[in-house]
């Protein structure tokens, strides 16, 4: 059974991280769903959102992938419960940082365990990021 992926990031990051996501794994769309957090949304419609989001994979573990450690997304994520008092679900792991080079990286071992995929986020997360000559400038430092 695959993970489930909830990206929780500043309007509009999550739902264009998911959009370019699915164009490279289009049979992913169940198991990735988006929420983009705007500075007015009110807290509480944002967590209960969140918590929503989480229940349609009652017998799944989830990702949470944001966009900022601490930052208003970050924290309403937290905040928002990831079981019922009478349902308990499946562990949920929360992860500050997302890009799209980690979230690739997470769709394509999807049906791996959680605390596996964990571990393939954060590498693709930092292996994703490389400083690149662009033509006529200096080479990078090694």
């Known amino acids: 059974m695959n993970v489930g992926i909830l990206l929780v990031a500043h ?28 500075s007015d949304d009110p807290s509480a419609d944002v967590c209960q959102a969140i918590a929503g ?5 009652p017998d799944q573990e989830c990702l949470v992938l944001v966009d900022v450690a601490g ?7 937290r905040q ?28 394509n071992y999807r049906h791996e365990p959680l ?11 930092t292996q994703g990021m490389l400083q690149l000559a662009l033509s006529g400038e200096a080479q990078p430092a090694t």
Do not use: E, K, Y
């Open 11 to 38: 309007a509009p990051l999550a739902s264009a991280l998911r959009s370019c996501a699915l164009h490279v794994f289009p049979d992913a769309a169940p198991d990735i769903l988006a929420m983009d957090v705007r």
């Open 53 to 57: 989001m989480r229940a349609q994979w």
């Open 71 to 77: 930052a208003t997304p970050c924290n309403l994520a």
């Open 80 to 107: 928002s419960p990831m079981s019922g008092p009478d349902a308990p679900m499946p562990p949920a792991v929360l992860l500050a940082g997302v890009n799209l080079p980690m979230l690739l990286r997470v769709l």
């Open 115 to 125: 605390n596996t995929l964990v571990a393939r986020a954060m590498a693709g997360g």
